[in-house]
């Protein structure tokens, strides 16, 4: 039995997002993802005028005379989305922690998809993966995507994006539109991401609680690795600590951010303390230019 707070909480993300989706995200996702897939359709013989580049060599060569490959446009995409279900999502320092804004994030993401008749699928994972929802149509469909990822109750705590990118590959052979939602906390995962760029169109969602990049200076105080459980003592009201803590976070940062630039690969930063809607217009906005 689903508690009654978190279907009120479902409730309210679907009736927020609902409203986002329609006056601001819908026509940005149209335009950004919509009939950029082609499938093959058929081959015919070759017309002056054709693109040499879609000659099919096969059919040409068993027939003696030149064919073409005919394409057509694609009526739909599938949609999935891989979100960070570890412990460290449980974190935050603001109004929601990483996964409810993890949820609400996936609803505007959904909810654009179906309003374009686009399917849309989830892997839930941590250093696992937990679950695996196959993708389809539908408000109902959006609606259990969105309490599962409030409601979910992961069996392991730590992260391991890799086996969710080989998960990915394994039950999605066609080509998706893939949104890896996650903090990112974890190492190890850039052959595997590079591997699921190729074959899917990835774009990274990062979440980031302020904590995570800048202590406040309070004295000592303990803190606990949500995903290791250990618990370290540290002095706040000590400037080079601080000051560490901060370049140690702009240096992950960085080198996170060169890796994506250098797959070519799309990336959204996500803050707990400022609202999600700029971010993601300023990522469909670039991303719209690109295919003008």
């Known amino acids: 039995m689903i508690p009654k707070e978190v279907l009120q909480k479902v409730r309210r993300i679907e009736i927020r997002t609902g409203r986002l989706v329609s006056d601001v995200f819908s026509g940005q996702y149209e335009s950004v993802f919509k009939g950029r897939g082609m499938e093959f359709s058929e081959v015919r013989e070759y017309q002056p005028g054709d693109d040499i580049r879609t000659i099919d060599w096969n059919v040409t060569a068993r027939y003696g005379k ?90 392991h705590r730590r992260t391991n994006i890799t086996r969710a990118l080989e998960y990915m590959n394994e039950v999605n052979k066609r080509k998706a539109v893939t949104f890896l939602i996650s903090d990112f906390i974890g190492e190890g995962y850039e052959k595997a991401l590079n591997i699921t760029n190729r074959r899917h169109d990835v774009i990274a969602v990062t979440i980031t609680d302020p904590r995570e990049k800048e202590l406040p200076n309070v004295g000592f105080i303990e803190l606990e690795d949500s995903e290791t459980g250990q ?62």
């Open 66 to 155: 030149p064919f073409v490959k005919k394409f057509i446009e694609e009526r739909e995409l599938t949609v999935m989305l891989l979100v960070d279900m570890s412990a460290s999502g449980s974190f935050g320092t603001r109004e929601k922690m990483k996964s409810e804004l993890a949820a609400e994030l996936s609803a505007v993401l959904a909810f654009s998809a179906i309003k374009n008749n686009d399917k849309v699928g989830m892997i839930i994972f941590t250093d696992q993966v937990e679950k695996y929802i196959l993708p389809k149509k539908g408000r109902t469909h959006i609606l259990r995507i969105i309490r599962e990822i409030l409601y979910f109750k992961p069996s």
């Open 231 to 292: 618990y370290v003592t540290v002095d706040t009201g000590d400037r080079l600590f601080r000051d560490r803590y901060g370049e140690e976070y702009n240096r992950r940062l960085e080198d996170r951010k060169k890796m994506f630039r250098s797959m070519g690969l799309d990336s959204i930063d996500i803050y707990t303390d400022q609202p999600y809607i700029e971010p993601l217009l300023k990522f469909f906005r670039l991303r719209a230019k690109r295919f003008r």
